[in-house]
């Protein structure tokens, strides 16, 4: 399957989560609406690793709505408490619980944001040369490098002035006696 296609399909995971999560929030089911932003990103991401496919770039993207999805239905769900006059009070332990939530999915998601567009950098082998007249490939007789025989390891000779400019006369030092 084409690579373009895999992504496409792996688009409608996150879709369909959002659609869910929005209807068990409007039906004030909270609690399912938590577990529908856990496993809809969660879902996406194993369809990405059976498939086989590339994150695509919007992927910090995703993950920021989907933390702060997570967030929204951790807030209505443990920092909205209805009163008995029908207001509404707000518990505290609930509302930092959700801020912890979306700051470290907007972190997460960030991390995500700022990846290389391309998806791993390879290593990549210099090609033969091809000769466009006679279509043969031409490769080198032997392999460049150093013959180990014919190299000469430089002397101290050959940096004194550099030892005695940067590290100063070796008979010189200075000590504080403090």
Request: aromatic fraction near 16%; charged fraction near 20%.
């Amino acid at each position: 399957m084409n690579e373009n296609i895999k992504i496409g399909v792996g688009f409608l995971i996150p879709a369909a989560a959002i659609v869910a999560f929005f209807s068990s929030i409007l039906s004030e089911q909270f609690l399912a609406g938590i577990l529908i932003a856990v496993f809809g990103v969660f879902a996406w991401f194993l369809y990405s690793a059976v498939m086989e496919t590339n994150m695509p770039n919007v992927t910090g993207n995703i993950i920021i709505v989907f933390g702060v999805l997570l967030s929204v239905a951790t807030f209505l769900n443990y920092g909205l408490e209805q009163n008995m006059f029908g207001g509404f009070s707000i518990n505290l332990e609930g509302v930092s619980g959700a801020a912890v939530l979306l700051f470290f999915s907007v972190l997460l998601g960030m991390l995500f944001r700022n990846k290389p567009l391309s998806p791993a950098i390879e290593h990549v082998a210099t090609k033969p040369e091809i000769s466009t007249a006679t279509k043969t490939i031409n490769e080198p007789d032997e392999e460049p490098g150093i013959d180990d025989d014919e190299f000469e390891y430089p002397s101290y000779e050959d940096y004194e002035d550099f030892y005695n400019e940067y590290y100063g006369d070796e008979t010189s030092y200075e000590y504080d006696d403090d």
